[in-house]
């Protein structure tokens, strides 16, 4: 950069800014994809995803306690909020994995 | 071989590579930890199908030091089988998560696996005679007509083809609530820990139906839940001392002497953080994904997303070195958090006289960072540089602006070929490479 202007330092700061920080301008543009993003980014909802990892199968009981439920309260909709282990997040039919293979020798013991 | 020194004036050859060619990988066959034994003589794996392999070192032959010594399957078994938790409705994984190693006290090897909630200790131990000559049994087993037998003879041990034979010794069920990420054998030979998210426990290798409790960090209320245990691991040296790093990227230091529920650390070891640079991102990408103390037991190394730190055991504030793995993906964070690539979580390893460490990144790079002569270098796992004794040539990201030739540019980087677990000899400069599902083995090049 040529030395001829001397910004001043508010604009320095802002030059600063963008140009020290790329992690900033990474979040300014999940920010702008995601507005609702929660402001606490590794706070309770991300631990407690981490901590639920594990496929969660159907479970008829479970699911016909929920239907059940439904008649009187409305539950939410979105799939995506899994914050309880069992209860509010029940596997419908349609969320079924896969089956999964059989058991066979590792590719790495050829 | 050179006792395990020097990082970049080592030259890197492949040796060997295992596994399939296709690009088509099957969901089991995805390796999921990779581990040396305390000589080096053996080299296990294991995949997300609950599987361990155990490969051998040739020995080598001493007239041709050309020849290199080889890893040869030595052993293989189902570890861990898919379960069920009827009461929650949730499938066990049977990935293996970790395999550790015991030294060896007699003529068979131990060796501790666990997955996500289960913990089972192997023997693995040669046949190599069998007796013959019974005087009631046919040798095919049949049973003899006891009327025909007119004299008595003594079995006598005749040897027979090496059989490899795995068994199950122990198996410590229900320790944990929450996702076993760690396992360490004590130096006393006796007790190993087993870590979860929350909670890690200390168990006896002989006692498999009750475990002790050392860490609990679950809060009473789990909606102020703010950090997991990430990984844990036993000095080599000091029998009492543990650490265990977090997802806030700090690592505390735990004297079993000092009490009896280390909820309380000795040391805490955290870098300070410059406030004025903090963002979305800062705590996700210093979360620690692995820790491991060096082999003179004086210094211990964390992975976080970006880098590696060695920490002086001695000094808590700050670690005595940091390396940049993969600095150009910090401005990249945003697509990484999008395709989740931002959660993986790397390894780190020592050589053997901790001069050199090692970390894996993406496009099947990893990285060899050199702390005596404070450089480092990217090389690369592919099947394009597997011709026998081939030389690794260093490989260059370019961040940004002009692409120099031989360099690949980040937005032609692979995220789906990560390397996140390599191990290395304890004594040779030998290294194993784990990518998505092959193992590739390289070694110092000998002239």
């Not at chain 1, 059940?68 to 209860?87: D, F, H, R, S, V």
């Not at chain 2, 793995?325 to 993986?344: T, W």
């Amino acid at each position: 950069m040529s030395g001829e202007v001397e910004a001043s330092t508010e604009e320095q700061q802002e030059i600063q800014d963008t140009v020290v920080s790329p992690e900033k301008t990474e979040e300014a543009k999940l920010k702008a994809r995601y507005p609702h993003l929660g402001t606490k980014p590794g706070g309770s909802d991300l631990l407690r995803k981490r901590l639920q990892k594990g496929q969660k199968y159907f479970d008829s009981g479970d699911y016909n306690m929920a239907k059940a439920k439904m008649k009187n309260k409305q539950l939410p909709t979105a799939a995506a909020e899994k914050t309880e282990i069992t209860g509010d997040h029940i596997p419908t039919p349609q969320d079924l994995p896969q089956r999964k293979q059989s058991l066979v020798a590792s590719k790495l013991a050829v | 071989m050179s006792a395990g020194g020097g990082g970049n004036d080592v030259q890197w050859c492949f040796s060997q590579v295992k596994g399939a060619i296709d690009d088509d990988v099957a969901e089991a066959d995805i390796i999921s930890t990779v581990e040396f034994n305390h000589s080096g003589e053996l080299l296990a794996t294991g995949d997300k199908g609950g599987r361990v392999v155990i490969f051998q070192q040739e020995t080598e032959n001493k007239s041709q030091p050309q020849c290199r010594s080889e890893y040869n399957v030595y052993s293989t078994f189902q570890s861990h089988e898919p379960e069920f938790d009827y009461l929650k409705s949730l499938e066990i994984e049977e990935k293996i998560n970790k395999i550790r190693w015991l030294p060896q006290k007699n003529a068979a090897q131990f060796l501790l696996s666990t997955n996500d909630k289960t913990i089972k200790l192997w023997k693995i131990s040669e046949r190599d005679k069998r007796p013959e000559g019974y005087n009631l049994k046919e040798e095919d087993g049949r049973y003899r007509d006891a009327a025909t037998i007119t004299t008595l003879r003594v079995p006598v041990f005749r040897p027979m083809d090496l059989m490899v034979e795995a068994s199950p010794r122990r198996v410590f069920v229900n320790g944990h609530t929450y996702h076993i990420n760690s396992i360490s054998v004590n130096s006393d030979n006796e007790t190993y820990l087993s870590a979860d998210d929350l909670r890690i426990n200390l168990w006896h290798l002989e006692i498999t139906d009750r475990s002790f409790n050392v860490v609990d960090i679950k809060p009473a209320n789990m909606e102020e839940l703010t950090e997991v245990i990430t990984a844990a691991e036993f000095h080599p040296h000091q029998c009492n001392t543990f650490v265990y790093s977090s997802s806030k990227g700090t690592i505390r230091l735990c004297d079993m002497r000092a009490s009896a529920l280390c909820d309380k650390h000795s040391k805490l070891f955290e870098e300070p953080e410059d406030p004025s640079n903090r963002s979305f991102f800062s705590e996700i990408i210093s979360s620690i994904s692995d820790v491991k103390f060096s082999h003179n037991g004086r210094y211990m190394m964390t992975r976080d997303y970006l880098s590696v730190k060695i920490w002086d055991l001695n000094m808590e504030n700050r670690p005595v070195e940091t390396y940049q793995v993969h600095e150009y993906l910090r401005s990249k964070l945003c697509s990484l958090y999008e395709n989740d690539c931002i959660f993986d979580k790397f390894e780190c390893c020592w050589n053997g006289n901790d001069s050199v460490v090692m970390t894996g990144s993406y496009n099947n790079f990893f990285r060899m960072l050199d702390r005596s002569q404070r450089r480092d270098v990217t090389l690369e796992a592919s099947r394009e540089s597997c011709k026998a004794r081939q030389v690794l040539k260093p490989r260059r990201v370019c961040a940004g602006g002009k692409r120099k030739k031989d360099e690949i540019s980040v937005d032609s980087l692979d995220f789906n070929k990560k390397i996140l677990h390599t191990a290395w000899h304890p004594q040779e400069n030998i290294i194993a490479v784990a990518t998505t599902n092959n193992l590739y083995i390289f070694q110092e090049k000998v002239n």
